[in-house]
């Protein structure tokens, strides 16, 4: 279904090439079917070269969204309104707008649309680009229940997709959509720990790394609680719980809460 569908990004940052180029490697959309705009126009030409033979590029971004089946706004949530504003007697109600952007509302959106306009609001993550993205939708006064379809088939190609109600937005931004960089944190600090008990730092990373994705992959696929699987680790007397200590003095747990309720709160002032 996707694959005959044609898409055009709007954006060729981090998330619309995370997306882009996620998209084409899972074979769920046909490099030739997606026009790229960005007001920097070598960024959207580099992206163009990454996301596959055929995608292309376009000198403007009415000319962009003019016809297309798809339109992902992937700029950042400051220049949604202008972007739609300028796009307002292009964009049709037989096209569908997703939106990635953080804390801007569907209400929003929909001002700056013609009347029937259907827009799907997501906040996916950056590992899309790797096919192992988290993405929440949520759906606008006009998208239907084949507009969901097709939004939950797109993000799915590139990783889990969840449906939530618009108000829960925000706390997905604080868990899923700015999570990565909490992980990755974690995952330079293990490396550092490994580096400093006398492992070269690439093999410390290898493993960091590997650790971080197979402990995830635990939770996801033997459905037990982590507490469960941390138990499982900790031998009593052992030296994992000498490490869960040293965590908790730290305040692990309670630093990684407030971060989520950081980001999520952050969320709801940028709208
Ligand atoms: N980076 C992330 O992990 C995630 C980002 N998002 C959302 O994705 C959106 C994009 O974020 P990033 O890709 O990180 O930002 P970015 O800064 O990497 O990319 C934004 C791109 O938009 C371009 N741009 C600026 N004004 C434009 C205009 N008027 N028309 C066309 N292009 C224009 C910029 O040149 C830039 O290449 C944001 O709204 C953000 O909230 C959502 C989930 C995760
Ligand atoms: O930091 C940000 O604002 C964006 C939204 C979620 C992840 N990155």
Not at 161 to 173: K, P, Q
Not at 231 to 241: H, L, R, S, Y
Not at 252 to 267: G, L, Q, S, Y
């Amino acid at each position: 279904m996707l694959r005959e569908k044609t898409l055009a990004v709007i954006g060729s940052g981090m998330m619309g090439g995370a997306l882009a180029c996620g998209l084409t490697q899972a074979g769920a959309m046909l490099p030739e079917n997606i026009t790229l705009f960005d007001t920097d126009q070598e960024k959207a030409s580099q992206l163009a070269a990454k996301v596959g033979a055929g995608a292309r590029v376009s000198d403007s971004v009415t000319n962009a969204v003019a016809g297309v089946d798809l339109i992902l706004l992937a700029v950042k949530p400051a220049v949604v309104s202008q972007v739609l504003n300028s796009l307002t007697q292009t964009i049709q109600p037989n096209q569908l707008v997703l939106s990635i952007a953080a804390g801007i509302r569907l209400d929003t959106m929909e001002m700056h649309v013609a009347a029937g306009v259907p827009i799907v609001r997501a906040m996916p993550n950056t590992p899309c680009l790797v096919g192992e993205g988290a993405t929440a939708v949520c759906l606008g006064t006009n998208a239907t229940q084949d507009h969901l379809k097709i939004a939950l088939s797109l993000f799915s190609a590139v990783g889990l997709t969840v449906e939530v109600t618009e108000r829960l937005m925000d706390a997905v931004t604080g868990v899923s959509g700015s999570g990565p960089a909490y992980v990755y944190l974690m995952i330079e600090a293990l490396t550092d720990g490994g580096v400093k008990a006398g492992l070269t730092r690439a093999t410390a990373r290898a493993l960091a790394a590997q650790t971080v994705m197979g402990s995830a992959k635990m939770v996801l696929e033997t459905g037990e609680h982590p507490m469960q699987l941390k138990d499982n680790v900790t031998t009593p007397g052992g030296t994992t719980i000498a490490g869960v200590a040293a965590l908790e003095r730290g305040g692990f747990r309670i630093a990684v809460i407030d971060a989520v309720e950081a980001a999520a709160k952050r969320a709801g002032e940028l709208s």
